[in-house]
């Protein structure tokens, strides 16, 4: 693992790199990016993945204040992506919304991922409250096996959502343990099912 850039203030890289004086341009950037990407491996990493890890959402602002999405656009030859979805209220249309953006730009989308969360609503038999999943990642599901796979939206979409479901569909992991709980015993209990998961998605 190696981080690349990074800076100090926990705000948008746009306005952390303002802050903190360190600015980054799109061209230096993307030419770190692939000079990482391309740089040789030795031969027990044959079988590999490269991940690249954004910081933000996809039009999220990147250090120079250009969307994400438009900074790596055609940034390298064989690259493909998985997105983070959104698990929480609201995050169906925020989801769908980045998905859309990925896919007008050209971006080879594999896979969805969401970690779900629940609230607490009232119960119908008595009133009393309970946890309700919200069930993202299902419902996502259902826009890309009915109206984007079936051509409706246009071949784009399509493309797009026959890749994701290929791969398997949109993968919903568990919600995070509350802090201040280690992450360790949920990273060690996903991470068998967002390995096979990735391995169906990329190859």
């Known amino acids: 693992m190696k981080t690349l850039y990074s800076w100090d203030t926990a705000v948008s890289p746009h306005l952390a790199a303002a802050l903190e004086g360190k600015p980054l341009n799109d061209e230096d950037l993307r030419k770190g990016i692939v000079e990482a990407l391309e740089c040789p491996l030795p031969p027990s990493c044959a079988a590999h993945i490269d991940l690249l890890e954004t910081a933000g959402g996809v039009l999220s602002p990147g ?3 250009s969307a994400q999405a438009d900074i790596y656009e055609n940034l390298h030859e064989d690259m493909c992506c998985v997105l983070v979805g959104d698990g929480r209220l609201g995050g169906i249309s925020a989801t769908l919304t980045a998905l859309e953006s990925l896919t007008i730009r050209g971006f080879d989308v594999r896979g969805v991922v969401t970690i779900e969360k ?5 119960q119908a038999s008595d009133g009393s409250l309970g946890e309700q999943r919200l069930d993202n990642s299902e419902a996502v599901q259902h826009v890309l096996s009915t109206s984007w796979s079936s051509g409706e939206r246009g071949n784009a979409f399509q493309t797009t959502a026959n890749n994701i479901l290929k791969g398997g ?3 919903a992991l568990p919600d ?3 802090q201040p709980e280690p992450l360790a015993q949920w990273v060690e209990d ?3 099912a967002l390995g096979r998961f990735l391995d169906r998605s990329l190859r």
């Open 63 to 65: 250090p120079s204040g």
């Open 118 to 122: 629940s609230l607490e609503v009232a």
């Open 169 to 171: 569909g949109v993968l």
């Open 176 to 178: 995070l343990p509350p």
């Open 190 to 192: 996903t991470s068998p």
